[in-house]
Structures are given as structure tokens and as C-alpha cells.
């Protein structure tokens, strides 16, 4: 009866980033070396490791960061059976983290089920008295071999069959530093997306390499500002390990506006910007494509794609 391990995370930067294993010990952290790397403020490097030990896995090295729930005590002292479920919580980030079978046939099903109510009644019988204890241990025993027969022959062939047509869980498949760079890749290119869905930054495009990340775009000088800045975010958790290039330039709107030659301008009850061309300018004139859309005495500004706030 084999299970495999599913960790996904709820919250964080990561949220959504999906893992499985089948086995081996996997660390999960901060640090660059854990088998599953989350760059989230505040994390320890080693939040804790999860080894597979026969039909459960088994936590280790945990994190006094952790929010210590009766659920995870627990299972820091039972393991995680197949068809368990743990919710970590570190600051600001929620990682669901699950067992479950490989091969979901009636054997390997009703298997699990016993190895976790033996388990449940250990836990149990502990504080009862040792002659309770070994009367409770003597009608396990019965029960489980009852068990055992009733699905034996009728089982047999259907773990059979389950272990022929199930798909196989590939581990491995690549290298620790391949992996971590892939992850890392997924993590930049989410954060992106987000960004530019946010800022509307319709002119900006990102490609992912095999090195790192490469950003492209015609953007008002605000908007320059806003992508460094996110650029800078991101190479702080990520610029060791990857390359994070960016070529911006000022869009044509941009040089629009800052060829804007100002004369004066006269305020009353309408406002007129006065330009050296002897142009004259209104709320709701368009020069060269953009709409006047303000003229008070702290600012102009002008509306085309973007909005251009002129500070006077």
C-alpha cells in the first residue's frame, strides 16, 4: 500500500503552487536547499520535513513558528495516515499538506482504515490501565484477521489490477537545482501577471528564460517607476538565483506631454493654459491626441492611455 504526499499553499506568495512526492524526506523552507522553497517574509529556513516511513509520513524538525494546533501536535506525534490532512500556518502563509493512496482499491482502502483506527486506539488506551489495555489489544487482533479474511481472496485481484494500470509517480525527474529554478520561474511569472493585471499595464511584456525573467515595455514615466520598483521587490528574493532583466522606454505619449511648453496660465471662470506656440488650451481640448482633463492651480493633467499628472 503506497501514498504519496501533497502539499499546496493556501496563502503567501505561493498561493496556488502545487507539490507531490512518493517519497524520500522533504524539507520545507526558506532556505534554497529545501526540496520545497517558499520565499514569503518570515519564514524559517527549515519549517519542517516530512519523511515517508511505510504507510505514513512522518513530521520532523518543526518550526516553533508554527502555530501549534491540537491537529498538529497530534500529528507531529502519530504521522499523517493516508487520507489526512494538515493545515500549517507561518505569519502570513497557509500550506495544506495531505497523504493519500496511489493505488485506491478496496484492499489498500480498508488497509489504511485499520492502520488508522489501530493507531486512534493506541492513542486511546494509553491512559487506560495495562490489563484494559492488553483486553482491548486481544480484540483488535481478532478484528483486524477478521478483516484481513473477508477481503483476502476477493481483493487479491483487484490490488493486482491497481497495480498494473496505475499511473506511476515520477520523483526525481530532474535535478534539485532544475527543480528549484522551474519553481522559482512559476513564482516571478505569477507575481508579474498579478502586478500588470493590477496596474493595468497593457504595454508591458514579460518572458520567462532559462535563466530568469525578461520585461519589455513603452511605459509614462509613473509607470517606469511603479515596474522598478516591483523589479527590485523581486530581484531581493530572487536575483542570486536568477536573472531579472528590463528594457523600458518612455511611450510616445510620454514625450508628448513632456514636449508640453507651458507659457502661463490664466485662471477665472474658465481656466486657460497658454502655450508658446500661443496655442490655448481648455478642459477637454486635446492636444496632439490627449485630452485636457484638469487645469487648477497645483496641476495639469492630461489623459490619453494613461492619465499624466503635470505638477506645477
Known sequence: MMISLNVKVLSGLHTGAKWKYSDGSISIGGSSSSEIFLCDDGLPDKLLTLTFAQNKLLISDASELI?????????????LFSDQKLVLEVADVRIEISANLVSRNVVNWAMARVLRLVSDVVDVVHGLGIRLFVALSGIFVVAITGCVLFLGTSGAQTSHAGQSGADPVHSNELSTEDILTRRMLENIEADMKMFVQANQLKQVKFVSTEKGL?????LSRQQIAAVEKQLTHLASHYGQQ???????????EQKIVDSLDT???TFGSTAVLELRNNEQLFVGSVYQGLVVKEISPEK???????EYVIRI
Open 67 to 79: 502555530e501549534q494546533t491540537e491537529d498538529f501536535q497530534k500529528y507531529v506525534r502519530k504521522g
Open 214 to 218: 525578461s520585461v519589455e515595455g513603452e
Open 242 to 252: 536568477l536573472q531579472i532583466q528590463a528594457k523600458l522606454s518612455l511611450s510616445e
Open 263 to 265: 507659457r502661463s496660465i
Open 300 to 306: 495639469i493633467v492630461l489623459q490619453g492611455d494613461s
